[in-house]
DNA sequence: TAGATTGTTAATCGATTAACAATC
DNA sequence: TAGATTGTTAATCGATTAACAATC
């Protein structure tokens, strides 16, 4: 299927337009057109239309879109069907709000092992899932391979603990830490959840707003 | 200082240089050019100085960037020096995980309180932050304007929650419900932080990985 | 001074939008 | 059939890169 080299800035909108489809489903709506569909993203039918149109035809002329044929098209897109499997690293606050709330498999995702160093949690399992000693890593990773590593370690321990998952074979890493392990490195991919930057970003905004009204009161103030 | 319109993608560069900046400070690093900024961001070097050129001239030629100096002057530019006040909304895993673990301070921020709807968690503190009940939300606003809310509820209540922070005069939401609120809406700013999205992303470009390999695998079997 | 590196203008590249023939 | 809406090609817009004079 996937022939050409999509963009990033696609591959960023799949997700949003895959929860759009099931937000929609449950609301009983069983077609869409990318008029509406762009309505409600605040997307245009264009730039829809486009990003579909790099991965097949999902429409219909005339008729729309299908929203479940649609999103189980997405669904494969995303590689939800892969059963990709996952280890979680470091059960502190994220982690453990992670293995609580977050469900791996409702993304296709398997959560196969969590794994800490604190002697209180090791052989506990949390919600099934079992947390191993970190000593464990190395043995446990040639036993089973497994695609993705969830890093929520402290910051100090970011560094070395992603050298050693890509020494041990992991071809992905989800990082929660706030540090830069994107270097001119390896082949393992690396997603990065910032808070940080994140909200940064919004202070931005929101400052910038924050100027704009100034300078309005400014000239209201001066006409008065 | 903000006049020109800039773009998107240039603000969600600046917190990754803020990040690269505090880490070349603690390493001892004073100045920089563009061009090693660049290798060690993978951003070339034009981009860079177009980047800080949107803002102003923090270089000099023929010397490159004062690391502290550049430091400072995005954290001006991000609005990290105006004491913007949060409140954080719903005290479950995600909630506490912010409040223990994430450092508003840090970036500007001031965490002044916490609501929730459980009555074991109202009248308590966490880390000398209140958690106050949700009944308090309009009171406490009224006496207490604040500038963002961290929404760190249950998918169910997102929305009105959100609804309710507009009413009372928040300006921005932080959003950690895996909830679309981004309408055709009102003026109130939000920024997501989708760890599905984030993790779609990854599942995206694991399994585009897994099919360039495949397809190398068949080739070289053909070929043998 | 000579070498280095900026800030900025111009050129290129890529992504978004518009338009429209194809067709359900 | 007529109306609606797709998939796709062409046009526009914006962002990134390259080049270079200015200057520390």
Not at 16 to 33: F, P
Not at 81 to 96: E, H, P, Q, T, Y
Not at 135 to 164: C, M, Q, T
Request: net charge negative; proline share 4%.
């Amino acid at each position: 299927m996937k022939r050409v080299k999509v963009s990033n800035n696609v591959i960023r909108r799949l997700p949003r337009y895959l929860r759009k489809l099931d937000e929609l489903s449950a609301n009983g709506v069983s077609r869409i057109s990318s008029f509406d569909l762009g309505q409600q993203l605040g997307l245009t039918p264009s730039q829809i239309r486009q990003d579909f149109s790099c991965f097949g035809e999902f429409g219909q002329q005339g008729y729309g879109y299908n929203v479940a044929a649609l999103r189980s098209q997405i669904a494969v897109i995303l590689g939800m069907d892969r059963g990709f499997s996952a280890i979680l690293i470091g059960v502190g606050n994220i982690g453990r709000a992670l293995m609580d709330n977050f469900c791996f498999s409702e993304w296709g995702f398997r959560l196969v092992s969590a794994f800490e160093i604190d002697p209180a949690l090791i052989g506990t399992e949390f919600k099934g899932v079992p947390i191993r000693s970190m000593d464990e890593l190395e043995s446990y990773l040639a036993e089973n391979p497994v695609d993705i590593a969830v890093l929520s370690v402290p910051k100090d321990a970011a560094v070395p603990v992603a050298e050693r998952l890509t020494a041990d074979g992991i071809r992905a890493i989800w990082n929660f830490t706030n540090v830069e392990l994107t270097g001119p490195d390896s082949d393992v991919l690396v997603e990065n959840i910032h808070f940080s930057d994140s909200l940064l970003s919004l202070s931005y905004f929101l400052s910038e707003r924050r100027d704009e009204q100034a300078a309005r009161d400014a000239r209201a103030e001066k006409q008065h």
